[in-house]
């Protein structure tokens, strides 16, 4: 089984954390750009391409990447596609680098795709300039940096939730969709562990710079 899936996807900044080295790179349409901005190889490439630079697609095809072309007219955006191929191949951990171009549909539309059911099994991450965004079920652990902002956003109607390693600690706290209760904690440093209890959340750490 392919264990890691990197997923590269147009518009937003690149993303200046660390990002893990991936057993396969899928590039959903105008992620071909960020591809050649951080210097990754593409194994496969998904979309309708109607925003790629045909030089670089044409160079990833000769590169030996595959291809996966979709009609414009379609019901799925590229990045929901790229998502399906990488379950298709097998990935455990999926990690989604770029994406929202300044668009607040578009950066919605990634966040409330990440944390659909159809993927509920898959460790799903997202990281865009200084934040990373994990879609939070069951327990998580995560690496921060004294002063790193932990943020906890909750999708579900209702989230339990616990975290240790921040300056505010909760404890099976019940955080209600459209809460800010959950925004802008701090790391003090070290692993922190958040434990969704009920309910999905988002975990967003974002890095000072």
């Known amino acids: 089984m392919t264990s890691t899936i990197l997923i590269l996807t147009g518009g937003g900044p690149a993303p200046t954390t660390p990002l893990p080295g991936p ?16 210097g990754v190889q593409v194994d496969l490439v998904v979309g309708d391409f109607d925003s790629v630079d045909r030089s670089q697609l044409d160079i990833a095809i000769a590169d030996g990447a595959a291809v996966e072309e979709y009609p414009t007219d379609k019901d799925a955006t590229d990045l929901d596609l790229a998502l399906q191929a990488a379950v298709d191949r ?14 607040l549909d578009h950066l919605l539309g990634i966040a409330m795709l990440l ?7 898959l460790a799903i991450e997202w990281h865009s300039g200084w934040s990373v965004t994990h879609v939070a079920r069951g327990v998580l652990t995560l690496d ?17 939730v616990s975290i240790a390693g921040t300056r505010w600690g909760l404890e099976a706290t019940a955080l209600a969709r459209g809460t800010t209760h959950g925004i802008s904690n701090e790391a003090l440093g070290g ?3 958040i434990n969704v209890h009920q309910g999905v959340a988002l975990a967003v750490i974002t890095r000072s710079e």
């Open 23 to 38: 057993d396969l790179v899928i590039a959903a349409d105008s992620g071909l750009g960020l591809a050649e901005t951080l």
């Open 90 to 103: 097998g990935g455990a951990r999926i990690v989604i680098a770029g994406g929202g171009a300044g668009r």
């Open 115 to 121: 944390t659909d059911d159809r993927w509920s099994d």
């Open 144 to 160: 921060t940096l004294p002063e790193d902002l932990v943020s906890v956003i909750p999708v579900s109607d209702e989230v339990v």
């Open 191 to 193: 692993d922190i562990e």
